[in-house]
């Protein structure tokens, strides 16, 4: 039995592709980065684009495992520290009363001690490197959908590199191939796992040239 919800959000999607015709689409490709400029030697992370399928338009997140593993390694870290870097309000802080009368005071408001956020920074840092070192993490190749009022939502975490337009292309015939049906994550990389051996071959490194920086003006 189909989900009305979803068959409605499916029909408002084509309908919007029907009537906004202002978008600069390429060969069927809405890009969002400049990727002149760049090194061709360099590890990719992320990266988004919009493209067409059918009758509707699908808003592509692509990242690869190894951003996926990283992300990984932050949320461990979080796990192992809640909230220590956000100030928490509801410690405990000192009242501030407002004097009414010889023997009455109310509170208006509390006061509370600054948090050393550099310090917490550094704290969080030290605990990553060891999670890090430590964390038996394994990313699989992996693709997420979900349908909004203007398009297709797709997450797909794959082990390739995108590092120019001829790779986004590749990237995007992939995407619309497993949308089809065509060909299955499992089928075009069979048992494929990164793991910390493969994070350790890419050098640790953080995340690389920030592709905001080259953001296209639409």
């Known amino acids: 039995m189909k989900n009305l919800h979803i068959e409605r959000l ?6 919007y592709h029907r009537t906004q015709r202002t978008a600069h689409f390429q060969d069927g490709m809405l890009i969002f980065h400049a ?39 932050d949320s461990e870290t979080d796990r192992l520290t809640p909230n ?3 100030q928490n309000l509801m410690r405990e802080g000192t009242p501030v009363y407002k004097i009414l009368g010889k023997s009455r005071k ?8 600054p948090v050393d956020r550099t310090a917490r920074r550094a704290q969080w840092q030290q605990l990553r490197q060891q999670v890090m070192q430590s964390a038996d993490i394994q990313i699989q190749p992996s693709l997420a959908s979900r349908w909004c009022n203007y398009s297709r939502l797709v997450s797909l975490c794959v082990p390739i590199e995108v590092r120019d337009e001829a790779d986004l292309h590749q990237l995007v015939y992939l995407a619309r191939r497993l949308l089809k049906r065509e060909v299955t994550l499992e089928g075009i990389f069979p048992d494929y796992r990164y793991t910390r051996t493969d994070w ?6 953080n995340v690389g ?5 080259h953001r296209i003006s639409l």
């Open 209 to 213: 040239t920030d592709l905001h920086a």
């Open 84 to 86: 220590f870097l956000q």
């Open 10 to 15: 499916k029909i408002r999607a084509k309908q």
């Open 35 to 73: 990727y002149d400029g760049l090194p061709m030697e360099r590890l990719t992370w992320w990266d988004d684009v919009t493209f067409i399928v059918n009758d509707y338009r699908v808003a592509l997140a692509w990242t690869h495992p190894r951003m996926a593993y990283e992300d990984a390694i």
């Open 106 to 113: 109310k509170i208006i408001s509390t006061s509370y001690e």
């Open 200 to 205: 350790e071959r890419d050098g640790w490194h």
